[in-house]
């Protein structure tokens, strides 16, 4: 019995899947921003209901949460201290020094405060070059004085941060011991630890981001499974990292900053399940919700993974699946410009409280998914019959909108959806077109609450076909989260030319990764038959400023001799990425190692063959298609079989989510209970 938990700013989803009897059990909750674990305990209480089993029965729980990007992003995170090396004070201030271009991009430049503040910083006389020699001893006298001024004056967290410490630890982790002996109630993170790689300003961004979210994130775990074990649970929780892999409670709540992007990944690693079982190797994940839009690309069947993201305006070098957000989703509210009289949607959400109008919690802005609502794309009950929507507010509430801008109801409604479109088709564009894709060579993967809502908009825009539609579309992050595996990356920079590399260097620094690689994966109770640990390393051609990361072929790693073969592959890799092969040395950056722990696959019962009782078809009611209404079937999701041919417009409802199936289109049930959309010349 493994239970995924995805919470959204709208809805908490939850996906149970018993592995015996291969049955899923859905259930979508309100969330409770004030805490989400109220949230998260009310939906694992009414899924185990559904499935008519105990909490107790659980064995398995799988969480994505955005409790740590909702900290930086709101700036309610931690006060932070930073210990850096003396004359390194200003590092956080000075970043990378860049600022937007042109000039105008400069003056009008909104540069936040950093995580840690000035005042809160403390230069500690001590030195090591990059070699890791010590260039100058630390001054243990002076350093702890320091460190009681600092701590002493209301800190909630350390961050120590010195100059070359990925070369030599020795000096940060002798002021760690210090700290922990006098002030062994505020945590401390170490940036030799958190990202023992070169970069200062990123190592120490990094690792107080780490720090600013760390004690919520431990105030957040602690506080759900104190909810869970009070409802009866005793499953071990597991949270979802960036990088779509899995790490403990305890883990996430010591490296909280390896969480920031957790909530996107489940989507991301559903898609590429989808993407190789349905035997479409170029998909588009398409993630759209109740205040957001993720994007994602699947090539071959591979997701795309960044070694560093952005939390609003702060950079966090963690590995993490490459995932656009735009804030468009059901929620997002229209409104008509003071000024230019002209329609806006977004990026402000109606969130889960007040909510849309026609949620009837107290919303009385319209939003996308008001709109949905007006043009007879959403029925009026959802969630299988237990809520009823307020169809007659949300027209209303529209109607307000198109009284502003001289359109009826129907017509605002669907320049609401227009817009909402634009916005997500340009997220679409950056991680397609930007990057020299053409987007008519994937298909499309809907899925969120609203994802099944636009999606067919989204392909005929674009051209990208087939649009997938998956079983279990309201809650696919959930359901990914049970997909993952147990991940985790041991890197250390070590820059050395090629030309005179000593291979058993090499060799013998990744002995020392493998074996941490292996102690890791001890804690997290990973078995032997699932372990397995990839080696690469990152190179560049001398005077890049950034590198391409090479996988060690198996034979290289059994041999253990030249690394000649990987640098071959380099110079392909480069040249098929940037076009272009240069004949210059080649220099060493970063070795590292990748531990994995694989999970079961979740394995449902496939539909039954089709029939032709037509047993599918609920009712048929007006929909607005084209400029007009049109007597549009809605048909039951559960109800259709392998085979089964609808044509469009139609309307398919499900307990999770609503698919549209738009005019000149029909959709086909795969053997994997996947809708497959095309246009009709597609079929002819």
Known sequence: MRLGVDVGGTFTDL???????????????????????????????????????????????????????????????????????????????????????????????????????????????????????????????????????????????????????????????????IVRERYPDIPVSVSSDILPEFREYDRAITTVMNDYVRPIMKRYLSQIE???????????????????????????????????????AGGVTSTVMVSRRSGIRKLLAFDMGGTSTDVAVILDGQPTISRSTEVGSFPAKVPTLDVRSV??????????????????????????????????????????????????????????????????????????????????PEDAAQGIIDIANEVMLGALRVITVQRGLDPRDFGILGFGGAGPLHANAMAELLGCYPVVIPGNPGVLSALGFLESEFKNEFVQTFIRSTRELDANDVWSRFEQLEGKAKAWLDEEHVPASDRKLTFSVDLRYEQQGFEVTIDIDGDTLASKGALKPVFDKFHET???????????????????????????????????????????????????????????????????????????????????????????????????????????????
């Open 327 to 408: 804030g468009a989703g059901g929620g997002s509210i229209a409104e008509v410009s003071e000024l230019t009289k002209s329609l806006r949607v977004g990026p402000r959400s109606a969130g889960a409280r007040p909510g849309p109008v026609a949620y009837s919690r107290g919303g009385t802005e319209p939003t996308v998914s008001d709109a949905n609502v007006v043009l007879g794309y959403l029925p009026p009950v959802l969630l299988g019959g237990d809520m009823k929507l307020d169809v007659e507010g949300a027209r209303a509430s529209v109607a307000k909108i198109g009284d502003r801008i001289g359109l009826s």
């Open 15 to 177: 996906l149970l899947h018993d592995d015996a009897t291969r049955r899923t059990y859905q259930a979508k909750t309100p969330s409770t921003p004030e805490d989400q674990s109220i949230g998260v305990a009310a939906g694992v209480k009414l899924i185990c209901e559904k499935a008519g089993i105990s909490p107790a029965d659980l064995s398995l729980i799988l969480h994505g949460t955005t409790v740590a990007t909702n900290a930086v992003l709101e700036g309610k995170g931690a006060r932070v201290g930073l210990l850096v090396t003396e004359g390194f004070e200003y590092t956080l201030h000075l970043a990378k020094s860049w600022t937007p271009g042109p000039l105008f991009g400069w003056i009008v430049m909104d540069k936040p405060d950093p995580l840690a503040s000035l005042a809160d910083t403390r230069g500690i006389p001590e030195r090591m070059n990059a070699q890791g020699e010590v260039v100058r001893p630390l001054d243990r006298e002076k350093a702890t004085a320091l460190i009681d001024d600092l701590c002493s004056s209301g800190i909630e967290a350390l961050t120590i941060s010195l100059m070359h410490s990925y070369a030599n630890a020795e000096h940060e982790r002798i002021l760690a011991a």
């Open 574 to 684: 480069h040249e098929r990425l940037y076009g272009v092969r240069f004949h210059v040395p080649v220099e060493l950056v970063a070795l590292r190692v990748v531990a994995t722990g694989a999970t079961l696959p979740v394995e449902e019962t496939a539909p039954a063959a089709a029939s032709a009782d037509g047993g599918a078809l609920i009712e048929t009611r007006p929909s607005y298609f084209k400029g007009q209404w049109i007597d549009t079937p809605n048909y039951d999701r559960s109800k259709l079989t392998m085979g089964e041919k609808i044509p469009g417009p139609a309307i398919i409802r499900q307990y999770d989510t609503t698919t549209v199936l738009l005019p000149d289109h029909y959709a086909e049930v795969d053997p994997h209970g996947n809708l497959l959309i095309w246009p009709n010349a597609k079929g002819n």
């Open 226 to 264: 104190a909810r869970l074990k009070d409802i009866g649970v005793t499953a071990r929780l597991h949270i979802v990292r960036s990088d779509g892999g899995l790490m403990s409670a305890q883990a996430a709540s010591d490296r909280p900053v390896h969480t920031v992007l957790s909530g996107p």
